[in-house]
């Protein structure tokens, strides 16, 4: 080759390159954006509005201002699997003497998610995972690891004397009681 | 044949034969002995020595894990219906399951002490410094990584341990500062946890994870034969080559690691051949706790031992609120990362190389220390004392825990008062302990129950062991007798000595295997009818059937004692369960007295008697399973008491059209509880 073709050369080698970046490129970014794409998919689904589910009947619930621990049950979709009344949770639920009104606690910890527990002896509630203390009207004692007081759940009767919980899920670890989507 | 010219020191060299033809051959078009040579004879600065076996040790665990993960892999199913029950048959039915998952399950913990001596080993010797910092932090990428593995291992058997310290641990990773939440959710495969939780931890656990770990090690390795090895100073001796010197130093250091490794997993079975108990192989290597329920607490949820430090961390922070848990689960321990990572920069003064000393050094002994503590605190009550505060909880029981009370009752002493708050710490501390210690040996006997039931010659149904614990009365009865009847009844063997406390405490009879002989019995013992075991609490107190028992069959005139026990086996009979040993004839007779329209008959209707229901308890089938559905149902039927239920609740009956507060499958679970009518293994 002469000389004179060297700047030609340079030339057609850059674009050489540009263009074997550009192939490469877009062939492997084709199913790395696939890829992407699928895993971001959880960040689509929700869990839905809480939505009020029947718990107990009122007249199974003594008015001794003590929590009962109740199932919640209800349909539950995961991924592909749909399981009728299935228990996903659970609530403790109270009425003070001669109330016809009740009040609810999510039984899930609001410091990091476990799953608490009534201590009868020592009339409070207690997380068994980092000892997070509970009054029964779910207030914390301190001190305590967990950020914020027991999640209230809204809560109604109905005409049947059904007790109805609006069940949902909070964030965990922070001092706000913020819902999950 | 090989065209090289023969080389100019080793004219005399022999004609090779066929295997050295064969591997002249393959040597010519790969040039194996080269890389043989270059990975085995690396000099040897100072000569082996045993100091430097952990790096070897650590790559002979992780291709264990290799091993067992990918075999493991080949008999594991993720999925919510799967994963428990496929683990399940991996570990109890598999030919040598229980030591391939145990081997897994236990050089996992191996590894990650081998990272904690690699780590110590090479900050001690300084072998970070330079030009070794971009392979120290490739180590520190690597060690993440191990644990990243630990970590998703975890959950992957899907039973109640793993399910519940995944919640804790992806509930941390959502407390990162903005993408938190959406890290979480990516993580769990969706807004909750099942099936996409496992099959991402999965990939993490078994493809991405390792895949990148492979690629760092090969990097690690790479440098490491780059800059040699770094050799402890003073040299003193001669230096020697990796092999055979050094290699025989990392083989034994790996026999060694295998043999600790096996030694854990074979220790029961010594100490139960010990004992002279049958070993069961299934018991031995890795836990299976029982199927992962999110509507059942877990309260012995740990995370596996080496996470201990960090779990008791969190505890540090006590009362500090949401800033405490950021602090601790993510500030504190990104800090001592990030300064690991600064570790060969500090380390260039001589200074700084002590301070790395001594930070490692406190990093191990803060987490061993940690560990210790966290352990200390679940274990305290084996050998504590509780009966030394004996006032404490007298004191706590008679105000309620109030603290007017209780500050009224120590005479609003305020010294006294102090002491008695360090006491009551101590106390709850015991109490703590104590319930941990009951949650564990429950989670212990839930989880033998799964594998019982799993076991069953009907195998495990398509909708996984969770549906077979849920349909069992031995599991689900006590918890729904807890929920829905121990508030009136009791539930305890009269012969135990807390029993009498029980009996004090119920409003309605002691249910223990209601419809058996024993029970029987006592219902027709005047002495017992009245009491708190049967009518004793209740508005039946002064009824009919307590002056029945207590005037007429007590009356040896009128009742004969042959009688009333045919009247018992007849009974137990009635309800399908042991006689006693009564024979058919007895049984016979004790079913025409019960029919006797001038004792038994003459208030319950019992076979042809014609006696009218509704004055008395039905006796056709009393007991049974039927006639147990049927008064948990609605005990205000026709056949049990319409006119006079003493405060139990219909149960199978809906109010006003909504529905009822068990269903016919829960009040099924009950009366079988009571009848002690759940599925027995052969030879139990």
């Known amino acids: 080759m002469s000389d004179d073709s060297a700047p030609a050369e340079d030339r057609r080698s850059f674009l050489t390159k540009v263009a074997a970046v550009c192939c490469g490129g877009l062939a492997t970014l084709t199913p790395v954006g696939a890829a992407v794409w699928a895993v971001l998919d959880p960040l689509r689904r929700t869990a839905g509005a809480g939505s009020f589910l029947r718990v107990a009947d009122l007249a199974n619930l003594p008015d001794d201002g003590q929590p009962r621990q109740f199932p919640v049950i209800t349909d539950r979709v995961d991924a592909w699997t749909g399981y009728a009344a299935e228990p996903i949770g659970a609530v403790y639920v109270k009425r003070e003497k001669g109330s016809d009104t009740v009040e609810a606690l999510s039984a899930t910890c609001p410091h990091a998610g476990c799953f608490v527990e009534m201590d009868d002896e ?60 | 044949m090989s065209t090289t010219a023969p080389q100019a020191d080793s004219p005399a060299k022999p004609t090779p034969g066929l295997l050295g033809g064969l591997a002249d051959w393959f040597d010519d078009r790969t040039g194996y002995r080269a890389l043989v040579n270059e990975a085995l004879y690396e000099r040897v600065p100072g000569g082996a020595r045993w100091r430097y076996v952990w790096g070897s040790a650590l790559v002979f665990a992780f291709m264990t894990q290799v091993i067992t993960g990918l075999v ?63 392979n120290f932090w490739l180590g520190l990428i690597l060690m993440q990584l191990v644990l990243g593995m630990a970590l998703t291992g975890y959950l992957l058997p899907w039973d109640q341990k793993g399910y519940w310290a995944t919640r804790v641990a992806t509930n941390l990773a959502g407390l990162v500062p903005l993408v938190g939440p959406s890290l979480q959710q990516l993580v769990v495969g969706g807004p909750d946890y099942g099936h996409h939780t496992l099959t991402r931890f999965f990939a993490l656990h078994a493809g991405f994870l390792p895949a990148t770990l492979v690629g760092f090690l090969v990097l690690h390795l790479t440098l490491f034969r780059k800059h040699g090895l770094h050799a402890k100073q003073p040299i003193t001796k001669p230096d020697a080559m990796f092999w055979p010197d050094q290699v025989l130093k990392d083989a034994v250091a790996m026999l060694a690691v295998m043999a600790v490794v096996l030694g854990v997993i074979l220790l029961p079975a010594l100490r139960a051949m010990l004992a002279g108990e049958p070993i069961v192989a299934g ?22 031992w080496y996470f201990l430090f960090l779990f008791q961390f969190l505890k540090v922070f006590e009362g500090w609120g949401a800033s405490g848990e950021f602090l601790g689960a993510i500030v504190v321990p990104g800090l001592t990362l990030g300064l690991m990572f600064l570790m060969p920069i500090i380390g260039r003064w001589k200074l700084g190389h002590r301070f790395n000393i001594a930070f490692t050094l406190a990093i191990l002994a803060g987490a061993g220390l940690l560990t210790a503590m966290a352990l200390h605190e679940d274990y305290y009550a084996l050998w504590a004392d509780k009966t030394a505060y004996a006032d404490v909880e007298e004191l706590l029981k008679k105000t309620g825990g109030d603290e007017q009370q209780l500050a009224a009752a120590l005479g609003n002493d305020e010294a006294k008062l102090a002491e008695f708050e360090k006491r009551r710490h101590e106390y709850e501390a015991i109490r703590k302990s104590e319930a941990f210690l ?74 223990f295997e209601f419809g058996g002989v024993v029970w029987a019995r006592g219902l027709l013992d005047p002495e017992q009818v009245a009491g708190p075991a049967y009518f004793g609490n209740t508005a039946h107190k002064d009824g009919d059937m307590v002056s029945f028992v207590t005037d007429e069959l007590s009356d040896s005139d009128l009742w004969k004692p042959d009688q009333v026990q045919a009247v018992i086996a007849a009974l137990a009979a009635e309800a399908d369960l042991p006689t006693g040993g009564a024979s058919a004839d007895i049984v016979a007779k004790g079913r025409s007295l019960m029919a006797d329209t001038d004792r038994c008959g003459s208030c319950h209707a019992y076979a042809d008697n014609e006696t009218e229901l509704g004055y008395a308890p039905d006796l056709n089938g009393w007991g049974s399973r039927e006639w147990l559905v049927g008064i948990i149902t609605d005990p205000t039927h026709q056949r049990f008491y319409p006119e006079d239920n003493d405060r139990m609740p219909s149960f199978g009956v809906g109010t006003d059209g909504g529905p009822p507060t068990l269903t016919e499958n829960q009040i099924g679970l009950i009366a079988d509880w009571l009848r002690g009518s759940w599925y027995r293994p052969a030879g139990h």
Request: hydrophobic share 45%; with cysteine.
């Open chain 1, 122 to 181: 020592s009339k409070c509630f207690r997380c068994p995972c980092h000892n997070s203390a509970f009054t029964l009207d779910g207030g914390i004692v301190a001190p305590s690891p967990s950020p914020r007081s027991m999640d209230s759940l809204e809560c109604q009767v109905d005409k049947s004397g059904s007790i109805l919980v609006k069940w949902q899920n909070f964030y965990t670890g922070i001092e706000e009681k913020v819902a999950r989507p």
């Open chain 2, 72 to 134: 493991l892999w080949a008999s594991y199913s993720a999925s919510a219906q799967t994963a428990w029950e496929s683990v399940y048959y991996i570990q109890h039915e598999m030919a040598g399951g229980w030591l391939l998952r145990g081997i897994h399950h236990v050089m996992a913990q191996a590894m990650v002490v081998l990272l904690a001596l690699h780590l110590m080993q090479v900050v001690i010797d300084g072998a970070y410094r330079a030009p070794r910092e971009v």
């Open chain 2, 283 to 304: 018991h031995l290597g890795a836990e299976l706790g029982a199927p992962a329920d999110p509507s059942q607490p877990y309260a012995a949820a740990r995370p596996e």
């Open chain 2, 438 to 511: 009951v949650a564990v040996k429950r989670a212990k006997a839930d989880a033998e129950r799964a594998v019982e039931l799993a076991g069953r010659p009907e195998k495990i149904p398509p909708a996984g062991a969770l549906s077979l614990v849920r349909s069992d009365p031995l599991s689900q009865g006590p918890l729904l007798f807890a929920q829905h009847c121990a508030s009136c009844h009791a539930h305890i063997d009269p012969a135990k000595p807390e029993a009498a406390a029980m009996f004090a405490q119920a409003s309605a009879a002691n249910l």
